[in-house]
Nanobody, 117 residues
Framework: QVHLVESGGGLVQAGGSLRLSCAAS????????MAWFRQAPGKERERIAA????????SYADSVKGRFTISRDNAKNTVYLQMNSLKPEDTAVYYC??????????WGQGIQVTVSS
């Protein structure tokens, strides 16, 4: 089992920044990839960023490329999402996801990010 807890969400004005954190516990050493998804009201869930355990491979959705940065601290079992130049369309519930070989992905409870215009 892997338990994920997100933090750092909230309300910010357009153009501002937020940093989300996701702390993993349990079988965290078995995690080979972590990702951030988001879901806005009435829209499909979207994977926006992912990072491998080594930290040397990252990927981003086009919608956030150049504005968001994913990173991880394996010593703290934590992954971060630095979000800059936020736009109202970034408003969504953000989810942290951990991929473990041989099992279904683990999901955090989600955290609200609201960007006001």
């Amino acid at each position: 089992q892997v338990h994920l807890v997100e933090s750092g969400g909230g309300l910010v004005q357009a153009g501002g920044s937020l940093r989300l954190s996701c702390a993993a516990s349990g079988r965290s050493s078995s995690i080979y990839l972590m990702a951030w998804f988001r879901q806005a009201p009435g829209k499909e869930r979207e994977r926006i960023a992912a990072i491998r355990r080594s930290g040397d491979s990252t990927s981003y959705a086009d919608s956030v490329k150049g504005r968001f940065t994913i990173s991880r601290d394996n010593a703290k079992n934590t992954v971060y999402l630095q979000m800059n130049s936020l736009k109202p369309e970034d408003t969504a519930v953000y989810y942290c996801v951990a991929a473990v070989a041989g099992t279904s992905d683990y999901w955090g409870q989600g955290i609200q990010v609201t960007v006001s215009s």
